[in-house]
């Protein structure tokens, strides 16, 4: 178990219940989404000081920052603001409910995927979007979406009894894969292939794939509610809070995959045969 102790990130920070946390490079800010408020807050580091951006009143289930621009889903619908984020609010009408979005590092290649009752992705940073929702025998639900660095798409929901993981690369339709175990909470992938996976369960224990879900591996930790998974450098981090299973953050060291030995190249001599 770690035994690292851990201090406030801010000593003024404003009362909030917090669902979602992403950083936003172009400016250094923290964004914080927040629970049945009506405003999202961010912390500037350059100013360490936190401050606050009026939206709509609700949940913040998801939200993704691909360089300028802020996207977020509160409550059912996708919000996003302009580049300077001082008119407002658009709204995106995405079929029904959205669910989850996350968007690619690469500047060159903007990338967005959207999950809900329809499922889109955008190639220009959200201007247009195009309609990519598998078909209804594959996926049907609130789906959570993931996006490898590598530009892999997941998507997946948890259930007691049921749970669904669906992968595409880029460019290919999506296909599923078998779960280890039903109650998926979180998805991550390894920064440099994304064909490795870990999913987090609640309760049922954390997996690992190096193969985007054909096979998986049990790498233990049953009896906790697994909210949030982290890779940093050689272990992978794994944090829980619940009133009835066991809360903490767990760490396990991870063993690096290996790779394939490469057949040599160099030419050899036959031997000479015997006289």
């Known amino acids: 178990p770690v035994t690292q102790r851990w ?29 049945d408020e009506d405003r999202i807050n961010f912390y500037d580091f350059k100013n360490s000081r936190w401050r606050g951006l009026p939206c709509a009143e609700g949940q913040v289930r998801s939200l993704a920052v691909w360089r300028d621009r802020l996207f977020t889903i509160v409550g059912r619908h996708l919000y996003t603001t302009d580049d300077k984020m001082e008119r407002g609010w658009k709204a995106f009408a995405c079929g029904g409910y959205c669910a989850s979005i996350v968007s690619n590092k690469d500047l060159q290649r903007p990338y967005l ?3 809900g009752r329809r499922w889109y992705e955008s190639h220009n940073g959200g201007f247009r979007w ?77 997996f690992y794939s190096p193969d985007t879900g054909k096979t998986w591996k049990d790498l ?6 697994v909210r949030y998974l982290v890779r940093f450098q050689d272990a992978l981090y794994a944090g829980s809070s619940n009133l009835v299973f066991n809360k903490g953050l767990y760490r396990q060291k991870i063993t690096p995959k290996t790779r394939p030995r490469q057949p040599s190249t160099r030419s050899v001599r036959p031997s000479r045969p015997a006289l």
């Open 7 to 35: 201090s406030a990130f801010s000593e003024n920070t404003p009362v909030m219940g917090g669902w979602v946390v992403q950083y936003d490079a172009f400016r250094d800010w923290l964004w914080f989404g927040l629970h």
């Open 113 to 115: 995927f959207l999950t």
């Open 130 to 206: 195009k309609d990519i929702t598998p078909p209804p025998h594959l996926v049907t639900g609130r789906f959570k979406a993931h996006l490898g660095a590598q530009g892999r798409r997941y998507a997946f929901q948890g259930g007691l009894l049921n749970g669904t993981l669906v992968t595409a690369a880029p460019g290919q339709s999506f296909e599923k894969r078998p779960l280890p175990a039903s109650d998926i909470r979180v998805l991550i992938t390894d920064p440099q292939d994304d064909r490795q996976v870990w999913i987090g369960t609640w309760g049922q224990g954390v």
């Open 220 to 225: 233990k930790l049953q009896g906790v509610e």
